[in-house]
């Protein structure tokens, strides 16, 4: 399969794959290796002095190349983020920016539900 | 290899080796044997058709067959579909079935497929979890309507070698089953005696034996009176069993390419089995590697692995930036499927799809090899660290 340049890039430098815990991190997974998709986030998320925004990300996955470069870019992108806010672009956006075929839609909701099953967990404690 | 890039891949292709280009390029301008063949009334066919034939002696003499005997085609391909809708056509008013193998090429399943669209019934035999078939499987399986029985010599993705003569032996003492072998991977690596291994039908390639691409043959055996149906009509070429005009410059770089496979040095068999062993001391010192076949009954140039705990089109992706090698995975749009072969043989989806084909050739050396073992180790460990594992 031919890779975009920014898909190529992105996943041969996945800076923020790993994963971290602790009494400010809170992790969401979707997806399973047996099915091939699988991916964790886990959401640093401050207490309110930084607004409960998202401070720091690090993910998982077992993934195709597009999912994992999606991944990071994600990790990236998503200081500052509120919680609220699904992903830093929406799935469609998502798609068009690494150029993943669309056959593929469905291994970038899995990245969306991790994502939101992490954002849940972090607006959890805090509601609590 | 002039890209920098360790080539392991020639199971997939070989590049044309020198003297082979040498030969083809003499078939081609108007200083050269350009002539058709077919034209034998003036000089420039007859010379043109003494090369052609030339050639055919070659190739005859490479895999034990008579010059009389070999067929010219495109490739391995278009050879199995010669055999297998040539005889299907032929013996279609006495026969209706053909036993074959669920870890065949693709061109034999396709073939196999459509026939039973037209109504033929096909056995699919599953191998082993080494990739042997027993050949009392496949006795058991011929039916006094079976025309015939499809067995590959050398599997392309794994390189297991299947008892042909056995096989042979099994068809021959059935009534009208004939025995049909894809032996694409087997010139050059192993011993091929056609005139002895008992069968009817082989299918030969070029450009994996340092020949052209788009050049092949179908070796039909004479003394067993095998007969096929033609699938090309037209000016009767090829003992009216492939027409169109011969491809000298193709059919002289195959002979070319057949008669150094059989002068091979004879330290060279087992120097691209050090390198392979070498090869796979390296890659299974990873740990969760698992190789694919037996070792013991496969050809000297093909190692398999299926790796766990990493994504298979990570996988290929990853290390294909370092290393040239083959993915047994069918890679369409943007779907993969594990690769049949290794399924046929039991292995899971994840682990037959997470598999790596390395195979060596002739300028295959030691920095390859220790190139593909610091890529693979590199690349899995990355891939088992950005997973969790």
């Known amino acids: 399969m031919i890779y975009s340049e920014l898909t190529r890039r992105y996943f041969e430098h996945a800076a923020c794959a790993g994963a971290a815990t602790g009494a400010d991190w809170f992790r969401g997974e979707a997806g399973s290796r047996e099915r091939g998709t699988w991916v964790q986030f886990d959401l640093q998320v401050p207490s309110a002095e930084h607004g409960g925004a998202v401070w720091s990300v690090r993910f998982l996955a077992f993934a195709c190349p597009h999912v994992i470069a999606v991944c990071q870019w994600v990790a990236e992108q998503a200081s500052g983020l509120a919680l609220e806010a699904r992903l830093p672009q929406n799935v469609q956006a998502l798609r068009a920016r690494f150029e993943v075929p669309v056959e593929k839609l469905g291994r970038l909701l899995v990245v969306e539900d991790a994502w939101g099953a992490a954002a849940g967990a972090a607006i959890l404690r805090r509601n609590a | ?389």
């Open chain 2, 1 to 389: 290899m002039s890209s920098g890039v360790a080539y392991l891949d020639y199971a997939a292709t070989t590049p044309v080796a020198p003297e082979v280009a040498l030969r083809m390029s003499e078939c081609l301008t108007a200083e050269g044997v350009f002539g058709n063949p077919s034209s034998v009334n003036h000089e420039f066919g007859v010379r043109a058709a003494e090369r052609v034939e030339s050639a055919r002696a070659q190739v005859a003499a490479c895999v034990g067959a008579e010059p009389g005997e070999v067929i010219w085609t495109s490739g391995a391909t278009e050879a199995n579909n010669l055999a297998i809708f040539g005889a299907a056509h032929y013996y279609r008013g006495s026969a209706r079935h053909i036993v074959t193998a669920r870890t065949e090429h693709k061109s034999v399943l396709d073939s196999c497929r459509e026939l039973e669209r037209r109504g033929w019934r096909v056995t699919y035999l599953s191998p082993g979890p080494d990739g042997v078939l027993e050949p009392g499987r496949i006795a058991e399986a011929i039916l006094p309507e079976t025309a015939l029985v499809s067995v590959m010599h050398v599997n392309n993705e794994i390189g297991t070698i299947q008892d042909i003569a056995e096989i042979g032996a099994i068809c021959a003492r059935s009534s009208q089953a004939r025995l049909h072998v894809d032996a694409a991977q087997s010139v050059g690596k192993i011993r091929l005696d056609f005139a002895t291994l008992g069968v009817d039908l082989l299918s030969l390639s070029a450009h994996k034996v340092y020949g052209p691409k788009g050049a092949g043959a179908l070796i039909v055996c004479r003394r067993r009176g095998v007969q096929l149906a033609p699938l090309l009509h037209g000016g009767g070429q090829e003992r009216a069993l492939r027409s169109g005009t011969i491809a000298t410059h193709q059919v002289v770089g195959m002979g070319a390419a057949f008669a150094l496979a059989g002068a091979e040095p004879p330290g060279e068999i087992g120097r691209i089995h050090a390198l392979r062993e070498r090869l796979w001391q390296g890659i299974g010192a990873l740990g969760g590697v698992w190789r694919n076949g037996d070792p013991l009954r496969s050809v000297p140039h093909i190692l398999n692995v299926s790796v766990e705990g990493v994504e298979g089109e990570s996988l290929i992706a990853d290390v294909g930036v370092r290393i040239a090698v083959s993915t047994g995975s069918a890679c369409t749009s943007a779907q993969r499927e594990p690769s049949y072969v290794l399924r046929a043989l039991g292995r899971d989806d994840r682990l037959a799809e997470s598999s790596l084909r390395f195979s060596l050739g002739r300028y295959s050396s030691g920095a390859d090899v220790d190139a593909a073992i610091d890529a693979v180790t590199r690349t899995v460990k990355r891939l088992r660290g950005i997973s969790g594992r």
